[in-house]
């Protein structure tokens, strides 16, 4: 009971629940018993739309020293596994992101990247928001 009391005053309880070690079964199920789901992100597009490609981008140019090799290969399948079970549940998703995520050096797979958000965006319940950038003088 404690633990559910310390859990509902953090601002992400189910991490309190959540382990390194369950490959993300914990959130995944948070996720798929969500009625609606939401994500923001500023520099990078929200993980639960990004495809393959945009994977690869991220593997490509990651130079953070983890201690140890992350399993690139079992990332891309979850995230990939994640995004075709909400595509098939259909569940209602807000995604905002900053136009700096488009802005960057998509490298070569650019137009891969760009085709597959389309495709994404013009799901029926995905409302994918691009938050502009304002050049205003004070």
């Not at 009391?5 to 369950?22: G, H, I, P």
């Not at 891969?112 to 389309?118: K, Q, T």
Request: aromatic share 12%; with cysteine.
């Amino acid at each position: 009971m404690a633990n559910l009391v310390k859990a509902a005053r953090a601002n992400d309880w189910c991490r309190e629940y959540a382990t390194l070690d369950d490959n993300g079964w914990f959130y995944q199920q948070c996720e798929d018993n969500a009625s609606y789901l939401a994500f923001h992100s500023y520099s990078l597009l929200p993980s639960l739309i990004q495809g393959p490609a945009y994977y690869r981008l991220i593997r490509g140019t990651t130079k953070v020293n983890f201690g140890e090799d992350p399993d690139w290969d079992s990332g891309l399948e979850f995230r990939m596994e994640r995004r075709e079970r909400w595509i098939a549940s259909e569940r209602p998703a807000l995604t905002v992101m900053s136009e700096a995520a488009l802005a960057v050096d998509l490298g070569p797979e650019r137009n891969e990247i760009l085709a597959d958000l389309r495709k994404i965006a013009a799901l029926p319940f995905a409302d994918i928001r691009v938050h502009p950038f304002l050049c205003q003088s004070l």
